[in-house]
């Protein structure tokens, strides 16, 4: 089945610091990733949505200068927290979408594990 | 606006009893329906899903869920819990392609079920 990996699991940084989260399918190209964050006890909020070879899409409200997404090939997409602060703790989640999977339109979201952002 | 709604943000059931979890979406066409369950500090296992066809749906871990049209719902059921269950759930939505949700999939607020001896 598909799979998403996602790195790290947990990550401590210290405020002004910079975090990369890895997030990469491993058995099939996934051609959109999407990252999410979720608060304790809430939902996932789409952060954004990235497209392979393209500029990540950003929803309302998310700043792009400081969650910076790059999707430079079909199996690795990644999330950098810029100038981390303590507010930006959280969890981050990833998603690749799968064109191969179910019909009818492919529509397989396979999540990564997540990562737990805590900065101090 | 295009939502999915969860009414129940918590529910204890026994071990062995059923369980029914609610999801209401308001969309103006059918969406793709989706249920995943997340443990804690984890991320998301998809149980099931629905497209088109059978309004009954059968998923992983002896869940189902049925679609009616008539009530914009798609409830999760599960005839008898296993302490392994106790979780977050999410319903989740895909807009049809049509709309401009198409593609991004939108979480109820989850319903986290805890499963007493």
């Known amino acids: 089945g598909a799979v998403v990996s996602q790195h790290p699991s947990r990550v401590i940084c210290k405020s002004g610091t910079s975090v990369k989260i890895e997030c990469r399918s491993l058995?099939?190209?996934?051609?959109?990733m999407f990252w999410y964050r979720q608060f304790p006890k809430q939902s996932l909020m789409l952060m954004a949505t990235?497209?392979?070879?393209?500029?990540?899409?950003?929803e309302q409200g998310v700043e792009k200068d400081k969650f910076l997404i790059n999707h430079a090939s079909l199996t690795l997409s990644t999330l950098t927290v810029t100038s981390a602060h303590p507010e930006d703790s959280s969890f981050y989640i990833c998603?690749?979408?799968?064109?191969?999977?179910?019909?009818?339109?492919?529509?397989?979201?396979?999540f990564g594990s997540g990562t737990r952002l805590t900065v101090v | 606006a295009q939502s999915v709604t969860q009414p129940d943000i918590h529910i204890t059931v026994s071990e062995g009893a059923s369980l029914e979890l609610r999801c209401n979406y308001s969309?103006?066409?059918?969406?793709?329906l989706f249920w995943y369950v997340q443990s804690p500090g984890q991320g998301l296992q998809l149980l099931l899903k629905?497209?088109?066809?059978?309004?009954l749906v059968q998923g992983i871990k002896g869940f189902e869920a049925e679609f009616k049209r008539s009530q914009s719902s798609f409830n999760l059921r599960k005839p008898s819990v296993h302490w392994s269950d106790a979780a977050e759930y999410f319903c989740?939505?895909?807009?049809?392609?049509?709309?401009?949700?198409?593609?991004?999939?939108?979480f109820g607020a989850g319903t986290q079920v805890v499963v007493t001896p």
């Open positions: 998603s690749a979408r799968d064109l191969r999977t179910l019909f009818p339109h492919g529509y397989g979201y396979t």
């Open positions: 058995d099939f190209q996934a051609t959109t």
């Open positions: 990235s497209n392979e070879g393209s500029k990540a899409t950003y």
């Open positions: 969309y103006g066409a059918t969406p793709y």
């Open positions: 629905y497209f088109s066809g059978d309004t």
């Open positions: 989740a939505v895909v807009g049809p392609m049509t709309t401009d949700s198409w593609g991004k999939l939108q």
